[in-house]
């Protein structure tokens, strides 16, 4: 019978590009999501895929999801809690045999500090990241994880929502992205799903860094709003260690081909 694998947030921004690779490569894949997505849940949407509804925050339908998975490839992250659902994860998983976890992370999750409230409250998603990837690998299962940089689409998002603002789109001081395309994570996840179990794997970044000002300025051309680009200091250990480049790859990082500005032309079309 053809592996069976699972991707949890299989209908999100990553999840969704991952499930197709996996289909395509001749795995039969089941998409485990908050969501029914299927005419009727357990019946297959398009061949080789079928969807179940559950949520990896609580539990609720993880043991029937993981029941016959070879591999698991966890997509099903949030800006909190990503400890919570490596747990929830893990445990469904483990009284389900041994299948192999494959976990995407993100790059910095070991070198940002998170010791206080103002460092949770701007970036309790590393501190929550690196917690869920201590879960995986301590969890006696076969495991993967691949950290990456932010995706276009965060980037994005973020100056949208910091654009909303009036006259002005604030940032953070002295911070630099090195953003990287989600199509490309998802290549290397699935990647990484099809093959053995490999532990801790090289980063994945994008090809270029950018200071925040210039992404901010490159949204605002893009989408036709005019606003004063206000870099603005953020406080606590995590803003510095961000300042430094804890959030950038470290030697040794594979490097994706798609860049920030061949992601706003595809937003523009």
């Not at 994880?145 to 909303?164: K, N």
Request: net charge positive; glycine share 12%.
């Amino acid at each position: 019978m053809t592996s069976l694998t699972l991707v949890t947030g299989g209908t999100g921004t990553l999840g969704r590009l991952v499930v197709p690779l996996l289909r395509d490569a001749g795995r039969r894949v089941r998409v485990f999501s908050r969501g029914g997505h299927a005419p009727q849940e357990g019946v297959e949407f398009v061949t080789g895929v079928e969807f179940v509804t559950g949520d990896v925050s609580t539990g609720a339908g993880l043991d029937a999801a993981v029941r016959g998975a070879d591999t698991i490839v966890h997509c099903a992250g949030s800006a909190k809690g990503d400890e919570v659902k490596a747990r929830n994860l893990v445990d469904a998983a483990s009284r389900a045999g041994g299948p192999h976890l494959v976990f995407v992370s993100v790059v910095g999750a070991d070198r940002v500090p998170v010791v206080s409230g103002v460092d949770r409250a701007m970036f309790g998603y590393f501190a929550a990241k690196r917690e869920a990837e201590r879960v995986v690998a301590g969890c006696g299962l076969p495991w993967t994880t691949l950290r990456a940089t932010q995706f276009h689409e965060f980037v994005w998002t973020t100056l949208s929502q910091m654009s909303a603002l009036p006259l002005v789109l604030p940032t953070w001081a002295g911070v630099r992205f090195q953003p990287v395309d989600a199509g490309e994570v998802a290549a290397r996840l699935a990647a990484l799903a099809l093959g053995a179990p490999a532990g801790l794997v090289p980063d994945l970044a994008g090809p270029r860094v950018y200071p925040m000002e210039d992404l901010a300025r490159d949204y605002l051309k893009a989408v036709g709003k005019r606003r004063l680009v206000t870099p603005m200091p953020a406080p606590g250990r995590a803003a510095r260690a961000f300042r430094a480049g804890a959030n950038l790859p470290l030697d040794g990082t594979d490097l994706g081909g798609r860049t920030w500005e061949e992601f706003l032309a595809g937003r523009a079309k």
